[in-house]
């Protein structure tokens, strides 16, 4: 594609944008055939068609095979440098968490969560597996692991209606102070993408992740999220800015 087609399409993307906006389009709502939009913008029907492929693969568009292309729902932003439950963090950005519990036992713990947890080879966890959701919607399949001992009696929560988090907290006396966690792109399989509503072989993001309390390790949790629905954000600071916001912090 020549330099010149870039920048045309480029253009007409931004136009199709206008046009969606000026129309009032929200998500769900069908956009006119290419032949009407180019019309409509005065532009040939494969520029029309070269500025929709940028917008679907930037997901503000999906396109159902034979009917059309419609207006995609606005994406779930999750900042990743805030350290509270998924229950209190959404509730608190509007919108209605739930979730739906797909396993919870306790078993012994694999020998990669046992090094996550600083276990021993065979002690026991809690394992608790959820689709969760956002005013209904299914944006997470999430699997947690915390150690038994420090959870005695956990298996008599209801977690469709409690938060985990608030539970630890209030039951146990276990409070997150810090996280650690990575971040990779995966493909979804058959089952990850039946849960989520999304098809195998989607991208997804794939968050690990271990909290710690003031002593020790008590909770590793893998989250799988899907990608055309979800960004992830943070901010990143200078250890100056760090200090002087901690000194800030100790006066008060």
């Known amino acids: 594609m020549s330099k010149y087609t870039n920048l045309l399409s480029e253009q007409i993307k931004e136009a199709l944008e206008a046009y969606i906006i000026e129309q009032g389009l929200n998500p769900g709502d069908a956009l006119p055939s290419e032949r009407t939009l180019a019309e409509t913008l005065g532009a040939n029907r494969l520029t029309v068609r070269e500025a929709l492929k940028r917008l679907r693969n930037e997901h503000q568009i999906y396109t159902r095979h034979g009917k059309g292309n419609f207006i995609a729902a606005p994406k779930i932003v999750e900042a990743t440098h805030k350290l509270e439950s998924f229950t209190s963090g959404w509730t608190g950005d509007g919108y209605t968490p739930s979730s739906k519990v797909l396993v919870m036992e306790e078993c012994e713990a694999p020998l990669s ?11 026991k966890v809690f394992s608790l597996r959820r689709i969760r959701c956002l005013n ?26 409690k938060s985990l988090y608030s539970v630890l907290k209030s039951m146990y ?34 968050i690990n992740g271990t909290a710690f309390d003031a002593k020790q390790p008590f909770e590793y949790c893998t989250t799988i999220n899907p990608a055309d629905r979800y960004i992830l954000t943070s901010k990143l600071k200078s250890e100056e800015s760090s200090r002087k916001e901690a000194a800030n912090e100790s006066k008060k």
């Open 173 to 206: 006396n276990l409070r997150p102070v810090k996280q650690e966690e990575t971040i990779s792109i995966c493909h979804m399989n058959k089952s990850e993408a039946r849960h989520l509503n999304a098809a195998e072989g989607d991208p997804a993001f794939l």
């Open 113 to 123: 969560i046992c090094r996550k947890l600083g276990l021993s080879l065979g002690e």
């Open 136 to 161: 209904g919607e299914p944006i997470a399949l999430e699997h947690a692991y915390i150690p038994v001992k420090l959870v005695p009696g956990i298996l008599h929560y209801n977690f469709e209606k």
